[in-house]
């Protein structure tokens, strides 16, 4: 069931990166959100060994709100920015990567 899990967060690593390369030509700094729960605890250890592997080095949230990227979720006094990586490919007509829908195939192991 973890490496189910990890596959997810492994795939995600390339769609999000490829767009952040699309659009800025760079990494941006990601915001790793995760939920409390028993799982995810259990699985913690294996996904953080998964984004260093990938080269990722970890910062604090104001550190990565000071990437330019979201500079018009952070400054108010800038005019509102793409909310998402997705959102700004959309304005400016690109499109999307095809990406697996992990919850589809979580909802039917699940049930």
Do not use: W
Request: hydrophobic residues 35%; negative net charge.
């Amino acid at each position: 069931m973890e490496n189910s899990y990890l596959a997810a967060p492994d795939e995600s690593i390339h769609y999000y990166r490829g767009i952040s390369h699309t659009l800025y030509q760079r990494d941006i700094p990601y915001v790793l959100l995760m939920h409390v729960g028993a799982f995810n605890a259990e699985v913690l250890q294996g996904l953080l060994q998964l984004y260093r592997r990938k080269g990722f080095e970890f910062v604090t949230l104001p550190e990565a709100e000071r990437d330019e990227f979201y500079g018009g979720a952070t400054d108010l006094n800038l005019p509102p920015g793409s909310e998402a990586l997705e959102e700004a490919m959309t304005t400016r007509g690109l499109i999307r990567p095809p990406r697996t829908n992990f919850a589809a195939q979580l909802d039917s192991v699940c049930r």
